[in-house]
Each structure stands twice: as C-alpha cells, then as structure tokens.
C-alpha cells in the first residue's frame, strides 16, 4: 500500500506545496529545475509518518535508480559501494541514483563523513531518515549541506484515510472484508499517528476474520476480531461520549481528593484509549490553580512543565511527564482559596461595585496629572517599614472588602500569618 504518486500521500501537506523542494526533486520538470532541487535531504520525523515513502517517491517518479541501506546493519564500505556504483552509472549516461539511509543517526561519524564527497558532487541524490533530532545525531557537515524536513504526525483522519483505502484498494484486501466503525476506532486509537503500525494491525485482523469467515456475505472485521487478533483489550472510552466526560471528571475528582491511586488509574484509561495527552496535560494544569492553589504554589510550576513537555516529546513517553505531574498535584495539600476568591470578586464587579480609582493611586506620569490630584499623597511600599504601604488601595466602595481567606493547609500556612500582619498594618493607616 506504500503510495505510488505524491496524491497518495497522507499528511506532510506542509512539505508537498507546489514549488516546494520536496516537490522539485520528487517532480523535476526540466533539467534547470534538477539542478535547483537539492541534492541531500533529511527527513526528520515519528515513526510511520512517511520517510521511507517521500524517499522511494524521489526516486519512483522522476525515473532515478532506488537504492536503500539501513543505518543499523550497514557500514562504510556498504556506503563507498553504492557511491562508486552511482559514479560509474554517471559516467556511463546511465540513471541518477537515490540513496536512502533509514535511521541515518545509527550511522557513525565516520559512515556518516563516508557521504560527504558524494553530497558535494551530486554523485547521488541522499535522503537520510531520523526520527532523532538531527541536531543531535546527524554530523554538523552533513547537516549543512542538507536541506532539513520536519515530518508532522499522522492526524488520526489521515490513518483513517489509509486504512479504509487499504480495505478497499486491490493492492491491500480488495474489498474482501468490512471493517466495522467500533473496530476502525480501536485500531486508530492503537495505531498513534503512525501508519504502518495501522496497516500492520488491519493485515493481522483482516487474516482472523477471513480464516474465520464460512463463506457468504464479506467477512466482518468486528472490535472483538481486532481485539483477539492483537491481543490488546479495547478500552471502553467514547471521545465524542458521556465515558470521555465520566472519566476526566474521575480523573478531576480524584485528584482532588488527594486519591493519586485513582488518578493514575484514569490517566492510564485515558491514555491507553489514545486521549489527546495535551488535553490531559491542560486538565492538570486547571487541578493545580483551582485544587490545590497556595497550598503548594509549586504544583502550578509542575503541571505547567508538564504540559511544555508533553508538546515538546509527544507520546508515549509523555505518559511519564503526565503521570508525575498527576502525582504532585494528587498528593499536595489543597486550597480552594484563590479560586473562591477571584470569584468573589467578579461577583462584585458584575454586581456593580467598582467605584473608581483612588487619587493617589491613579497614574501620574503624563503632564497635567499631578495638577488634577493624581498620585498626591502616594506612599512608595518599599519606603515602609516590612515594605507594607499603609494607605487606601481599594475603590471607597469596596475598602475593606476580604475576598482571599487562606487556608491552615501547606504554604498557606505561612501566608495566613503573613496576611493577617499585613492586614493590620492597612487597617490600623
């Protein structure tokens, strides 16, 4: 089922615009147009999103010789015989040859400076494929004189699209089986964005229902075939469903009442039925402001780490980032505190109690403002004795008003004690 022309091609739209280089060199339009295309190129991305694919393109289509070395089980002398093979082709008017390194970042310094003459001088036409960071594992000479492609991940609509046209296209089952919508839904959730995981997961359950299949109507690939044929149970969680809602509000709840067994529990439910792990990450980020709040200010400091890192890495190892994130806020003290508070006081603004700035308060940089009264009489806070200012800050119409009440639990201990000091300090002006 690899795609035979670029139209085939699910996802990397980003890469594949017209006149873009990918597409210069997959579809050379002259010989002035070759020569601007580049000649070495690194495709950086998850697995299953389409390097080796875009690679064998770059050769398919603009009638170049195709030959792929792996960077697991090749070495220098495998790279020099392709090299001198392409040469002699060259020199003999024979076809262009496209080399494609898979995991190029296995490749030593030496295999990988082994490439160098043969980049500067066109010999061949490189595509090298990583899915660690080239800046990383791919030598600083190679990687300057390469043009660097990012791959995106497979959206799950463009493994869809892949499957369904494997179901269908003579090339994969040709129609001979259905796939049922709950058993496409439990493969996608499995297969992650990557494609060829999809595809393998689809042969293999396809294979159970035809042998199972006793002639008829089209064999059904149903949940519980795809289930067996893997071996992996389908997580009963409906993303669009009342199970999405039931369990992040478990996951919420549990968090908060300090349950972090529980918690970890619906994480994993969430993560195993393939829950977008940014959304999870937002969710603990809200747990950290609104359960836990002053009590441990630090829990926000992590949830929001986290919540960086999961974007950055990406699953599955975000289910580690996750999962610590969950712990800090499951087991920290908790206050509502803020949380009521900030309430408390939109409560009153909507109710109509702004009233308006204090004089001395109000902005006295532009000229004229400190001959209608603006900022007279202002005490400078770090003039005072504990850099507490005593003086009117709130509107006349809410002075004195209270709308954060800490808590006795964790770090607001502290500030209990702090603010009622300071408190007395404003009150006593």
């Known amino acids: 089922m690899r795609p035979r022309v670029l139209a085939e091609v699910a996802g990397q739209q980003h890469l594949l ?106 010999w061949v036409t490189l595509v090298a494929a990583t899915t660690e960071n080239p800046s990383f594992s791919v030598n600083s000479p190679l990687l300057s004189r390469s043009l660097l492609l990012t791959l995106r991940p497979l959206t799950t609509d463009d493994v869809r699209t892949l499957v369904r046209r494997a179901v269908a296209d003579e090339r994969g089952l040709g129609g001979s089986v259905e796939l049922a919508e709950d058993a496409e839904e439990h493969l996608l959730r499995l297969a992650g964005g990557d494609a060829r995981k999809a595809l393998t997961i689809l042969e293999a359950a396809a294979g159970a229902a035809l042998e199972a299949h006793r002639g008829g109507d089209v064999a059904v690939v149903d949940l519980a075939t795809v289930e067996s044929a893997i071996d992996v149970a389908a997580v009963r969680y409906d993303r669009a469903g009342d199970q999405h809602y039931d369990v992040i509000s478990a996951f919420i709840k549990s968090m908060r009442g300090s349950d972090v067994d529980a918690a970890l529990h619906y994480l994993a439910r969430m993560v195993v039925a393939g829950e977008d792990p940014r959304f999870i990450a937002r969710r603990i980020v809200i747990a950290a402001a609104e359960e836990v709040g002053m009590a441990d200010p630090s829990a926000l400091q992590t949830a929001v780490a986290a919540a960086q890192a999961v974007a950055l890495i990406g699953m599955p190892e975000a289910r580690i980032i996750l999962a610590e994130a969950v712990v800090h806020v499951a087991t920290a003290p908790k206050s509502n505190a803020s949380y009521k508070a900030i309430d408390a006081a939109i409560a009153d603004v909507r109710a109509g109690k702004v009233g308006t700035v204090p004089p001395h308060l109000r902005d006295a940089h532009y000229a004229g403002a400190q001959k209608i009264g603006h900022g007279q009489g202002y005490r400078y806070a770090h003039d005072q004795p504990h850099a507490v200012a005593a003086q009117q800050y709130a509107p006349d119409e809410l002075d004195g008003a209270r709308y954060y009440e800490p808590t006795d639990r964790g770090y607001e201990r502290d500030v209990t004690a702090r603010l009622a000091r300071i408190r007395q300090i404003l009150h006593d002006r």
């Open 17 to 122: 615009a017209p006149g873009s280089p990918l597409r210069r060199l997959v579809e050379p339009a002259d010989d002035a147009s070759r020569r601007a295309a580049p000649s070495s190129v690194v495709l950086w991305g998850p697995p299953g999103t389409g390097k080796t694919t875009l690679a064998y393109l770059v050769a398919a289509t603009s009638g170049r010789r195709f030959v792929e070395l792996s960077g697991v089980t090749s070495g220098v002398k495998d790279v020099r015989a392709v090299v001198e093979d392409a040469r002699r082709r060259l020199a003999t008017g024979g076809a262009e040859t496209v080399l494609f390194i898979d995991e190029v970042h296995r490749f030593s310094t030496t295999q990988q400076d082994a490439l160098l003459p043969s980049v500067e001088n066109r």
